[in-house]
């Protein structure tokens, strides 16, 4: 198997469009400003529904990189040049990074 593409949450711009795989409550809690919601369970139906990759990669990004490394293995298979953010939501919280949607850093 073929090393899962990553990057960290200093390489991404505060306001990058990422894919967020995460469930509904956690992206209600808090999100990247850029960032479409796509829990990993719905991925496969709605592929439409991604970013354009052509001109490089897309992160993407759950709770601390488990679920998006899934999805970037995945969707890399699929032919899409995406990136698993390191460490997820929670590395982005404590880098300071820009916050959507609600203020439980909780579940972040």
């Known amino acids: 198997m073929s090393?899962?593409?990553t990057t960290t949450?200093?390489?991404v711009a505060d306001d990058a469009?990422?894919?967020d795989v995460r469930e509904t409550n956690e992206w209600v809690a808090g999100h990247?400003?850029?960032?479409?919601?796509i829990p990993l369970g719905d991925l496969p139906?709605?592929?439409g529904d991604l970013p354009d990759t052509d001109s490089g990669p897309v992160?993407?990004?759950?709770?601390?990189?488990?679920?998006?490394?899934?999805a970037v293995a995945w969707l890399t298979q699929q032919g899409f040049?995406?990136?698993?953010?390191?460490?997820?939501?929670?590395a982005w919280?404590?880098?300071?990074?820009p916050l959507a949607g609600g203020d439980d850093t909780r579940i972040l």
């Open 45 to 47: 139906e709605r592929l």
């Open 59 to 70: 992160a993407v990004v759950c709770r601390s990189g488990g679920r998006s490394g899934q």
């Open 93 to 97: 919280h404590a880098a300071g990074k």
């Open 32 to 37: 990247a400003p850029g960032a479409i919601h």
């Open 3 to 5: 090393e899962i593409p």
């Open 17 to 19: 469009v990422v894919i």
């Open 9 to 11: 949450v200093r390489d």
């Open 81 to 90: 040049d995406v990136a698993n953010l390191e460490g997820g939501m929670k």
